[in-house]
């Protein structure tokens, strides 16, 4: 501004102060006295100004609402659809109805989600028809404590019987009725034997047969399939026969087990079959949903003899985990069914939610299953494919 100059080590005023004239405070207060608008200086000013950090340029909107043609002190909602009372009481006469939009395609139609588990049942239900097996009927969840327990020679002493085990239907207590025949001959298995057994020897009680329960297991259904299977019209046929539905058990519900859970089961029923019979079936489903590193275990089931825990490797745990059981069923079991003497039942049975956590690497069952399952996980859960070792 040239309002001083150097003159030696000093600086000498070259205008007087009534001379001065800040510049740059004229602009702020031309700016000020316009409101704001840049109209009040050039725009090279405004550049310089903004480079200095004096002033900030801001954009400012207003609004102005006034009263439209459909102004009303209290809103009132258009009706969206022609309802049968406003037909009746003439009211759509008058009712103020929302235009409507005959170009809009409308909302999406989402259409139904399978939950993870049901995948996994599919896949297995669909391996089981390829070998040739055909579904029982397990809608019924409520069975007689002869078929679930006393026909498949299991002790009406055996804990598992005990209420802190099964759950026992209050009303109806009882079932209605028995295969009465049927009932006599698995009474006397039971007391005294039979088919090269002496049987438990104990007083056979029948309230305690005709107690109702939650099922325990779907062999209950296994045991009336295979009873019909010998006392058809024209005698036994050998048959091949698998049940995918809910099981109960009285149990403490943890990260692995629930008090209601799915049971995959299998059986085959044929004349003069063998535990490699039994050990090859096993090994062909297993290899069909991809598992193929099996071990048999030795075990004991009251209506299997002999019995096998079956297990499998997990590739990601890097261990050997149990997946099933496994056996061939008790001659003290078949025989009072009328089956031929010859005839051989082996059986294995898994359940659904293991393999499910494993396909879809789920940690806790309660998340895979049960009132606290997250429904979005329905929704995203990817397409379940278990890969055929076999091709």
């Given amino acids: 501004n040239k309002w001083a100059k150097k003159d030696g080590g000093n600086l000498v005023a070259t205008k007087a102060l009534a001379d001065v004239t800040d510049e740059v405070q004229a602009h702020l207060k031309a700016l000020a006295d316009a409101g704001g608008s840049e109209s009040a200086v050039d725009a090279k000013t405004v550049q310089a100004l903004k480079r200095r950090k004096l002033i900030n340029l801001v954009t400012l909107k207003s609004y102005q609402v006034g009263r439209g043609e459909s102004y009303a002190p209290i809103r009132k909602k258009k009706a969206a659809d022609l309802t049968k009372e406003m037909l009746d009481s003439g009211a759509w006469k008058t009712t103020e109805f929302k235009q409507y939009n005959f170009q809009t395609l409308g909302e999406k139609v989402g259409g139904g989600y399978l939950h993870p588990l049901l995948k996994v049942r599919a896949e297995f239900r669909n391996i089981l028809l390829e070998m040739g097996f055909h579904e029982m009927p397990t809608n019924k969840w409520v069975e007689s404590s002869f078929w679930n327990f006393d026909s498949l020679f299991q002790p009406q002493s055996h804990p598992a019987r005990d209420a802190h085990d099964t759950f026992f239907i209050k009303e109806p207590a009882q079932t209605v009725s028995l295969p009465e025949d049927y009932y006599d001959r698995v009474k006397t298995m039971h007391e005294v034997g039979g088919s090269g057994s002496i049987g438990y020897r104990y007083d056979f009680k029948r309230e305690e047969t005709l107690k109702n329960l939650l099922r325990t297991h779907t062999t209950a259904v296994s045991s009336q399939m295979l009873y019909k299977l010998a006392n058809q019209e024209g005698g036994f046929k050998p048959a091949r026969y698998f049940s995918i539905d809910r099981v109960f058990r009285n149990e403490t519900m943890d990260a692995t087990h629930l008090c209601e859970f799915h049971q995959v089961e299998g059986l085959v029923a044929d004349y003069d079959l063998s535990l490699g019979d039994l050990i090859g079936t ?79 690497r789920i940690k806790n069952i309660r998340d895979l299953f049960g009132h606290k399952v997250d429904m979005s996980r329905t929704r995203m859960a990817p397409i379940c494919r278990f890969d055929d070792l076999t091709e």
């Fill in 282 to 360: 096993i090994e062909t489903f297993f290899k069909k949903i991809g598992i193929e590193k099996l071990r048999f275990k030795p075990a004991f089931n009251p209506y299997t003899e002999p019995s096998m825990e079956i297990f499998g490797y997990h590739p990601d745990l890097k261990k050997w985990t149990e997946i099933g059981n496994s056996g061939m069923f008790r001659p003290e079991m078949l025989a009072p069914m009328g089956l031929p003497e010859n005839v051989r039942v082996i059986a294995w049975g898994l359940s659904l939610e293991r393999p499910t956590m494993i396909k879809y």
